[in-house]
T-cell receptor, first 116, second 114 residues
Framework: QQQVKQSPQSLIVQKGGISIINCAYENTAFDYFPWYQQFPGKGPALLIAIRPDVSEKKEGRFTISFNKSAKQFSLHIMDSQPGDSATYFCAASVWGGSSNTGKLIFGQGTTLQVKP | ETGVTQTPRHLVMGMTNKKSLKCEQHLGHNAMYWYKQSAKKPLELMFVYNFKEQTENNSVPSRFSPECPNSSHLFLHLHTLQPEDSALYLC?????????????FGDGTRLSIL
């Protein structure tokens, strides 16, 4: 129930196309859904995040769509560029517990390649 | 420059060695984390520290021993590791408080166990 399932495992998109990565979760207690971007040799960096009180959030070319009833959320990258080639991780946070810190549960990751 | 610095970046050690990984954050955060990243697997949370106190141990084997002397520094002491412990070890930090605060990651230590 703590898992976050991410798909696809890898994705190849032409420059200018739309990249779509999907995630699904089971635990309805999750209340924070970030996406992280990781380049080779670097740590993950927060890209964009959403709370369950909204269905969509957009920042530049990156959009999160959130479907609370289906317990799914997705990342859309519009006008994909070669510089977007990286590994993308979705995550979900369970707030509370003994740590009182959002404990992030990560998906398996999607390796995106944008071809010029 | 991520604000979270990890050293060393690469480490090769034998199974009987003892070594330590270091993490330092310059962001004024008060929560710090250790994660393990293995190929084709989700990031695995290992330990969480809040205000220098360990608040989460995610069933990590005792051959991994964390230490948090202050809110800016975090160590992971390693001894008698196994080949399956070869992975990228990531440190992260965040602000503890109301709401979910983003975690900022270092670039990791690539650990190889011979």
């Amino acid at each position: 129930q703590q898992q976050v399932k991410q798909s696809p495992q890898s994705l190849i998109v032409q420059k200018g196309g739309i990249s779509i990565i999907n995630c699904a979760y089971e635990n309805t207690a999750f209340d924070y859904f970030p996406w992280y971007q990781q380049f080779p040799g670097k740590g993950p960096a927060l890209l964009i995040a959403i709370r369950p009180d909204v269905s969509e959030k957009k920042e530049g070319r990156f959009t999160i769509s959130f479907n609370k009833s289906a317990k799914q959320f997705s990342l859309h990258i519009m006008d994909s560029q070669p510089g977007d080639s990286a590994t993308y991780f979705c995550a979900a946070s369970v707030w509370g517990g003994s740590s009182n810190t959002g404990k992030l549960i990560f998906g398996q990751g999607t390796t995106l390649q944008v071809k010029p | 420059e991520t604000g979270v610095t990890q050293t060393p970046r690469h480490l090769v050690m034998g199974m009987t060695n003892k070594k330590s990984l270091k993490c330092e954050q310059h962001l004024g955060h008060n929560a710090m984390y250790w994660y393990k990243q293995s190929a084709k697997k989700p990031l695995e949370l290992m330990f969480v520290y809040n205000f220098k106190e360990q608040t989460e141990n995610n069933s990590v084997p005792s051959r991994f021993s964390p230490e948090c002397p202050n809110s800016s520094h975090l160590f992971l002491h390693l001894h008698t590791l196994q080949p399956e412990d070869s992975a990228l070890y990531l440190c992260a930090s965040s602000t503890q408080g109301s709401g979910n605060q983003p975690q900022h990651f270092g670039d990791g230590t690539r650990l190889s166990i011979l």
